[in-house]
């Protein structure tokens, strides 16, 4: 996310101080759509972070710390361990286990369970290195890991698929994992730099502590050359050095996690190119598929103004589609990263129209998402996407709508469905602009929308009826 979670948290708690007016008084907050009630269905966990649905009627919640947590049906109040990876798991601000996901055919043809999250020691380490304490920003170096989990003989069993993303600060690590309907597992993954100010490598104690080029370990990172920091989202377009995955979305086998044969960059000879679909993300935190479709919808967090939703019509189409960060922030050139004239970028801004995918929909900090909505501004960070399908319970309104949630704001919206079956810029509804701390949405029993609420520690339901 753009800023510290637990900064974040603050935030929050603090927002309606912050947007009080005159003699202190909030302004109003709307009220759900008439027939919704926002409902709690599992409390008292420890910053939740993601859900998932098992067909068996047991509900998975991961907790930021390295839990994941089991709940027998909705009815249960008293989870059980499934897996306790706080050993591996770095948790620290932003950072933590913040994906998880059930395959197709789970548990009966598939018992395996996948998560991800920042490992707690650099690429190829071995953790805890760091026992989730660093004492300032860009001092400790991480990675993230994708594994699958699986009970065997009483045991937890790890088997790691994807171990890469330097991590340099303390935000915009790995980020979500899902199954598309083809059976291939996607992950995406954040730059790993600064959330705060320009980073191409410089920063760090050593600085450029993920050796990226033109400078090694500790070297002087200077524009125009410099390739390291937020650069490292453009680098499948250096391919003279070897690629990472930060700033990426990659698609990988399920059980090798390599990349698959029907991947549009198969053919190179760098292991990593092989696997991405996509790049140019800043931070990809939560991403969704597109029911009836292959298209996947990504929220990406934004740095100075700009909030994104970005699509990927087709994730094995050639040219793999670049979203353009850093050079890029909405659908504009990024002042900060433009002033500072690196080579990556300027290239980028004399390429070809088309060169860049622009974001689907974006809205800036310092405007509401709906004018009025009672959301807190000016920030944001989109953290939750879910598709609502064709038929179900909700008012017709809402059939195919994109909903999607801002953790800053701690508000759930929904863009409704245009004539042509995709979700309209122009006809959003506010569906709550108390959520707390959204960081997941899903759909789940009922065909309702579900999401964690990280700052409150629980699961809820937005019910309809």
């Given amino acids: 996310m753009s800023r510290s979670i637990r900064r974040g948290v603050i935030y929050l708690l603090a927002g309606v101080l912050a947007v009080a007016g005159v003699g202190g008084i909030a302004p109003a907050r709307a009220a759900l759509p008439p027939g919704f009630t926002d409902q709690v269905v599992f409390a008292g966990l420890t910053e939740p972070t993601k859900v998932a649905f098992s067909p068996d009627g047991r509900v998975f919640v991961a907790e930021k710390s390295g839990f994941v947590k089991v709940f027998d049906s909705l009815a249960d109040s008293t989870p059980t361990v499934f897996a306790d990876l706080r ?188 696997r991405i679909v996509a790049y140019g993300l800043r931070n990809p935190f939560r991403f969704v598929f597109r029911p009836g479709t292959g298209e996947v919808w990504l929220g990406d967090v934004g740095f100075r103004t700009w909030e994104e939703i970005d699509r990927l019509v087709n994730p094995l189409a050639s040219p793999v589609p670049n979203y353009g960060w850093p050079c890029y922030e909405g659908a504009g050139q990024q002042p900060n990263y433009r002033a500072a004239r690196l080579d990556l970028c300027q290239t980028l801004y004399a390429a070809p129209a088309g060169s860049v995918t622009a974001p689907y929909y974006a809205y800036q900090h310092s405007q509401a998402v709906i004018p009025g909505d009672g959301c807190h501004i000016p920030d944001g960070a989109t953290t939750g996407l879910a598709f609502y399908p064709a038929a179900g319970g909700y008012p017709a309104r809402y059939r195919r709508a994109l909903f999607f949630a801002d953790y800053e704001r701690g508000c759930v919206w929904a863009m409704r469905a245009g004539a042509n079956g995709l979700p309209n810029p122009a006809t959003i509804d506010l569906i709550t602009a108390d959520a707390g701390g959204p960081v997941d949405l899903a759909l789940g029993p009922g065909n309702e929308i579900y999401y964690v609420n990280l700052a409150g520690g629980t699961v809820r339901r937005l019910h309809f009826g």
């Fill in 87 to 274: 050993r591996q798991v770095f948790d620290y601000s932003d950072l933590g286990l913040v994906g998880l996901a059930l395959p197709p055919g789970f548990p009966t043809r598939n018992p395996w369970v996948y998560v991800s999250y920042t490992y707690d020691a650099p690429i190829g380490g071995t953790a805890p290195t760091y026992d989730d304490r660093c004492s300032t920003s860009d001092r400790c170096l991480v990675s993230a890991r994708v594994s699958r989990l699986v009970i065997s003989n009483r045991q937890l069993v790890e088997r790691v698929l994807l171990n890469d993303w330097c991590q340099q600060s303390d935000t915009h690590s790995i980020g979500d994992i899902a199954f598309a309907s083809d059976g291939a597992l996607l992950v995406a993954g954040g730059d790993g730099a600064s959330g705060d100010v320009v980073d191409y490598g410089q920063l760090g104690n050593p600085t450029n502590p993920c050796g990226d080029p033109p400078a090694p370990v500790g070297g002087a990172m200077t524009p125009p050359t410099a390739e390291g920091g937020a650069l490292r989202a453009q680098d499948v377009r250096t391919p003279a050095d070897p690629t990472g995955l930060s700033g990426t979305l990659v698609r990988v086998h399920e059980t090798t996690g390599k990349a698959p044969a029907d991947n549009p960059l198969v053919a190179s000879p760098d292991l990593n190119t092989r």
